[in-house]
């Protein structure tokens, strides 16, 4: 049965998947608005931290705001939902809480609030659909194993980088072909001093928050999402930052293959982005059986040895619906990282730091993401992005400059950074997959 006439006849006995979504901003907002539109789910319950919008959401969606139950109290919560009822609130620790909740949507894009949710929920025995890839590039690993033990899914979502390529690359391997490199488009020229200020202007013309702009713009998003991908199918990125050259569709092929081939690569089984392939994604195969190469050819697939599969788009949260039903209906994962990561998302200084500065969040004013092998920054003690926020500087470190962990008194009180040390301990001791 396809998805489509699944979700109808779950609806159709009288079932909706209940969706809990915490962090309603742009993409929190499209997802509400799609799953309006759909068989078989809807958001019964939306956490922001902003009063009333939460409410603005369901306005959006075109949810008549009578329907909507505006409390922070549990047993409320639930039995608004019981009755049909949808339920806004400001606490996002609630949703996890709300007995007749299925799955939570983390999108708050705040690596601390990411990992907190995504626990919660967990231990709630709920689903976990993790748009916040910046809590995956840092916990991911742990928080799927935490999920496996109480058998509830953890998974990113379709639509997002990670997820559309990782489409492209189960479909390629699984037929047999060798990946050699999966990558994305970037979106925005790569400018690695974007801040919330200079991308001001921008934002405001596209609806759209300076510091997530600033994100894409300094290149963070793609390094994190990158990342993400590179641990789920493990494979790492060919030079630190990787290489970003500008390319077409129509020379992917030519371009994210070994030097030797005439390309950019060093090796093979490596994660890349382009520039001038935005918004599409990528995969870059190659099959050594010559019937194959001959099929390959004969299909308009080019000369080879290397081929290209390119997706020319990606609906970001528009598509999530579909890993939210596979991960609720069928107990489908659409990527996440079941070995021990392999690539790692570390900070660098957007401007001359100084002893005593403490670093704010992603797509602010002083720090960067850069991608690079998870055991060269474990063995040079880089400090992972995801626990960069709110750390305090020990040292001066110049613009440019990777931190260390030596460079920072992190906070202690973060949920993230204690169960990143449970990863490594993990990773470190052996018992990954």
Same mark, same amino acid.
């Given at each position: 049965?396809?998805?489509?006439?699944?979700?109808?006849?779950?609806?159709?006995?009288?079932?909706?998947?209940?969706?809990?979504?915490?962090?309603?901003?742009?993409?929190?907002?499209?997802?509400?608005?799609?799953?309006?539109? %759909?068989?078989?789910?809807?958001?019964?319950?939306?956490?922001?931290?902003?009063?009333?919008?939460? %409410?603005?959401?369901?306005?959006?969606?075109?949810?008549?705001?009578?329907?909507?139950?505006?409390?922070?109290?549990?047993?409320?919560?639930?039995?608004?939902?019981?009755?049909?009822?949808?339920?806004?609130?400001?606490?996002?620790?609630?949703?996890?809480?709300?007995?007749?909740?299925?799955?939570?949507?983390?999108?708050?894009?705040?690596?601390?609030?990411?990992?907190?949710?995504?626990?919660?929920?967990?231990?709630?025995?709920?689903?976990?659909?993790?748009?916040?890839?910046?809590?995956?590039?840092?916990?991911?690993?742990?928080?799927?194993? %935490?999920?496996?033990?109480?058998?509830?899914?953890?998974?990113?979502?379709?639509?997002?980088?990670?997820?559309?390529?990782?489409?492209?690359?189960? $479909?390629?391997?699984?037929?047999?072909?060798?990946?050699?490199?999966?990558?994305?488009?970037?979106?925005?020229?790569?400018?690695?001093?974007?801040?919330?200020?200079?991308?001001?202007?921008?934002?405001?013309?596209?609806?759209?928050?300076?510091?997530?702009?600033?994100? $894409?713009?300094?290149?963070?998003?793609?390094?994190?999402?990158?990342?993400?991908?590179?641990?789920?199918?493990?494979?790492?990125?060919?030079?630190?930052?990787?290489?970003?050259?500008?390319?077409?569709?129509?020379?992917?092929?030519?371009?994210?293959?070994?030097?030797?081939?005439?390309?950019?690569?060093?090796?093979?089984?490596?994660?890349?982005?382009?520039?001038?392939?935005?918004?599409?994604?990528?995969?870059? $195969?190659?099959?050594?059986?010559?019937?194959?190469?001959?099929?390959?050819?004969?299909?308009?697939?080019?000369?080879?040895?290397?081929?290209?599969? $390119?997706?020319?788009?990606?609906?970001?949260?528009?598509?999530?619906?579909?890993?939210?039903?596979?991960?609720?209906?069928?107990?489908?994962?659409?990527?996440?990282?079941?070995?021990?990561?392999?690539?790692?998302?570390?900070?660098?200084?957007?401007?001359?730091?100084?002893?005593?500065?403490?670093?704010?969040?992603?797509?602010?004013?002083?720090?960067?993401? %850069?991608?690079?092998?998870?055991?060269?920054?474990?063995?040079?003690?880089?400090?992972?992005?995801?626990?960069?926020?709110?750390?305090?500087?020990?040292?001066?470190?110049?613009?440019?400059?990777?931190?260390?962990?030596?460079?920072?008194?992190?906070?202690?009180?973060?949920?993230?950074?204690?169960?990143?040390?449970?990863?490594?301990?993990?990773?470190?001791?052996?018992?990954?997959?």
């Amino acid at each position: 049965m396809t998805l489509y006439n699944e979700l109808k006849e779950y609806e159709r006995a009288g079932n909706r998947i209940r969706v809990g979504l915490v962090g309603s901003g742009q993409m929190g907002e499209g997802l509400v608005c799609q799953m309006e539109t %759909m068989h078989g789910m809807r958001a019964y319950a939306i956490a922001d931290v902003i009063p009333g919008r939460a %409410m603005q959401v369901y306005q959006s969606a075109r949810v008549p705001l009578e329907q909507v139950v505006e409390t922070d109290d549990v047993g409320l919560a639930a039995q608004a939902i019981a009755e049909g009822k949808r339920v806004a609130t400001t606490q996002s620790s609630l949703l996890a809480k709300i007995p007749n909740l299925d799955i939570i949507v983390e999108a708050t894009g705040v690596p601390e609030v990411g990992a907190r949710v995504a626990i919660d929920a967990i231990l709630g025995r709920k689903h976990v659909l993790q748009m916040n890839v910046e809590t995956d590039a840092t916990v991911g690993y742990y928080l799927r194993q %935490m999920a496996n033990a109480a058998k509830v899914v953890y998974t990113l979502t379709a639509g997002d980088e990670p997820g559309t390529t990782m489409e492209l690359f189960d $479909f390629a391997a699984s037929l047999g072909f060798e990946v050699v490199c999966a990558g994305k488009g970037k979106n925005n020229p790569l400018n690695r001093a974007s801040n919330p200020a200079t991308a001001a202007e921008k934002a405001k013309a596209q609806m759209m928050n300076p510091k997530m702009l600033a994100s $894409f713009e300094d290149g963070t998003k793609t390094m994190v999402e990158m990342t993400s991908l590179g641990n789920a199918i493990g494979f790492v990125p060919d030079v630190r930052g990787m290489h970003g050259p500008k390319a077409t569709h129509q020379t992917l092929s030519k371009i994210y293959v070994p030097k030797e081939a005439g390309g950019i690569l060093n090796q093979t089984g490596v994660v890349e982005y382009g520039l001038g392939v935005a918004p599409g994604v990528f995969v870059v $195969f190659t099959t050594d059986h010559p019937k194959l190469a001959r099929d390959l050819k004969y299909l308009s697939m080019g000369d080879g040895p290397y081929w290209a599969l $390119f997706r020319p788009y990606h609906l970001t949260s528009l598509e999530t619906p579909i890993s939210i039903a596979r991960a609720v209906l069928k107990g489908e994962t659409t990527v996440a990282t079941d070995r021990p990561p392999v690539a790692e998302t570390i900070t660098v200084a957007k401007k001359d730091l100084k002893a005593g500065d403490v670093i704010d969040g992603l797509g602010g004013f002083c720090v960067y993401g %850069m991608i690079e092998r998870a055991d060269v920054a474990r063995q040079d003690n880089l400090l992972p992005l995801g626990l960069a926020p709110g750390s305090r500087l020990l040292n001066d470190v110049p613009m440019g400059t990777p931190l260390t962990y030596a460079d920072v008194e992190l906070d202690n009180s973060l949920t993230i950074l204690h169960l990143r040390r449970l990863q490594d301990l993990q990773v470190q001791n052996g018992n990954g997959n």
